[in-house]
């Protein structure tokens, strides 16, 4: 069974920093690119970092230039540091695969950006 916890989300103010990170179980975590993706109250799940079995990355513009994703396969875990976060950000972030038919979306991790 394909499980994705995602964690390290929180209520920051704006500018601030948070760094994500979801782990992965069920699937051969290195055969697969990964995503994060966020959905915000009322709107569709989008993507928002995407990284490649080869280490290659590739960002929404949203978040190109201030969100930065990594992945370690020896701990089947993605991470999504996230800085200069703006209250555009709120959102639930979520992991899954993205060169693959989706597996069952986890619980997600709820972001808040306000002052």
């Known amino acids: 069974q394909v499980q994705f916890v995602e964690s390290g989300g929180g209520l920051v103010q704006p500018g601030g920093s948070l760094n994500l990170s979801c782990a992965a179980s069920g699937i051969i975590f290195s055969d697969y690119g990964m995503g994060w993706y966020r959905q915000a109250p009322g709107k569709d799940r989008d993507f928002v970092a995407l990284i490649f079995r080869t280490g290659r990355t590739h960002y929404a513009g949203s978040g190109n230039g201030r969100f930065t994703i990594s992945r370690d396969n020896a701990k089947n875990t993605i991470y999504l540091q996230m800085n200069a976060l703006k209250p555009e950000d709120t959102a639930v972030y979520y992991c899954?695969?993205?060169?693959?038919?989706?597996?069952?979306w986890g619980q997600g991790t709820q972001v808040t950006v306000s002052s």
């Open positions: 899954n695969v993205f060169d693959h038919p989706y597996y069952t």
